[in-house]
């Protein structure tokens, strides 16, 4: 044969007989005869392993890069909190001595107030951007997660909108992992919260689902960045408005957020908590086309005696609590925390309103939460001026960063408890409940 060859290579995908897409190399040669095609001589390989092979490689790398960039804002965000209340202290603290020194008419007492108010929105900030990068304060033991799930539905359930449907899908029993209750129960809220906050104005439906999966050498291609094990699936989905490309590539971000009421601390803090649980979450979503989050928590081995915590209850109870902080955000969300804990709650947003209902309505209340860094009087102030006109009255202090009182001002001021910031609900309810009960029997 005497002619021209014309030679092609390239890559495509083929769907086969079973109707699924393969990859394939091609090499194609027109064979021609004085420049008049003859015909084709086509040689396709299948090449779909190592095409799968470097997609695989591909994420991973990709997912690499995302965990490192997290880290390095966690440090980043860690490194500048901790100069940044250092900076924060003397202002605050010489504008705490300027104020003392001032009359409350001269009109310099105001602006100081308003300077104070700013550093502590500051120290609070703060204390959000510390909690995000550390893992600290971690009381992990063998878990059944159940429980859990069940809990922060009940706790939800009265905040979400009827138009929200709320379907579970939870595969019983459920294998036990290594996890702080708490921690979980935080995951579990953030996550949930966000979905009902994304379905809000159309309503649609929550789901949430468990399973548990094994990883081996026949699957794990499937589940790349996860070693083999095994380890239960906890799903959270919504078929809300979805995300685009951009949003999802920052949500995990800390203060990143589309809402205008959000801190954007929410996932970066679910992040940091499956990360330190040795686990993995991806997340799933398209325009239009809803959420879906799915986090891999490894189980722990079979065959281990192990005291398994199945009895994750948050304590409800009943009585009336009076709730002061300066600013209404957090009184609104601790209000709304306690409401669903089944405590009548009376808010008020300065110290001195709350000397004043104290004085009004002796007897009223059952307990005290206050903030400690309010701007007219703090936290402890507070409690010690109360304790003259009411001194059974029990406290709690919350507080945005750890605070050191020995234990006889402690006592002296009844002061039962202090919470860090950001309180979490089954602290907040484990405090309350204890200090209601053992008054109760004082008094019996
Ligand atoms: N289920 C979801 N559907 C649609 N968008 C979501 C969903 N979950 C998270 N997002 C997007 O991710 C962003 C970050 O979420 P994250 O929970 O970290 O902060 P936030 O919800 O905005 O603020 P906060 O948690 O303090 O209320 C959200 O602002 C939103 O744009
Ligand atoms: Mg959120």
Partial sequence: M????????????????????????????????????????????????????????????????????LETLGTLAGGIGHDFNNILTPILGYSEIIQQNLNQDNPNYKF?????KGCLRAKDLISQMLSFSRDEEQDKRPLNIIPIIKEALKLLRPSIP???????????????????????HQVIMNLCTNAYQAMETKGGILNIALETIHIDSKNSRKYIDLEEGKYIKLVISDNGPGMDKETK????????????????????????IVKSHNGRINVYSEKGKGTTFNIYLPIIESGKSVEIESNFTIQRGA?????VDDREEVTDTLQQMLISLG???????SSQNALEIVNQHKDKFDLLITDYIMPDMTGVELANKINTMQSSL???????????????????????????????????????????????????
Avoid: W
Avoid at 319 to 323: A, E, M, N, V
């Fill in 112 to 116: 100081i107030g308003e300077i104070m």
């Fill in 343 to 349: 405590y009548e709650v009376y808010v008020v947003n």
């Fill in 162 to 184: 009827r138009t929200i449907k709320i379907t579970r899908d939870l595969q019983e029993p459920c294998p036990l992992i290594n996890a702080d209750p708490t921690r979980i």
């Fill in 319 to 323: 009585g009336t609590i009076l709730l």
């Fill in 394 to 444: 029990p406290k709690i202090m919350i507080s945005g960063h750890r605070y050191q009182m020995n234990s006889a001002q402690l006592k002296d001021s009844g002061i039962k408890k202090i919470l860090n910031k950001p309180v979490l609900i089954p602290d907040l309810a484990k405090a309350i409940h204890v200090i209601l009960n053992a008054k109760d029997t004082k008094q019996e």
């Fill in 249 to 272: 590539k920052h949500i995990f971000e800390p203060f990143y957020t589309t809402k205008e009421e959000g801190t954007g601390m929410g996932l970066a803090v679910v992040h940091g």
């Fill in 2 to 69: 005497h002619g021209d060859h014309e030679h092609y290579h390239y890559e495509t995908q083929f769907f086969n007989k079973k109707g699924e897409l393969i990859d394939v190399d091609v090499n194609s040669t027109s064979i021609l005869d004085n420049g008049k095609y003859q015909g084709s001589l086509l040689v396709a390989r299948v090449i779909t392993e190592r095409k799968q092979a470097q997609r695989a490689k591909k994420r991973i790398e990709k997912q690499k890069h995302q965990t490192q960039r």
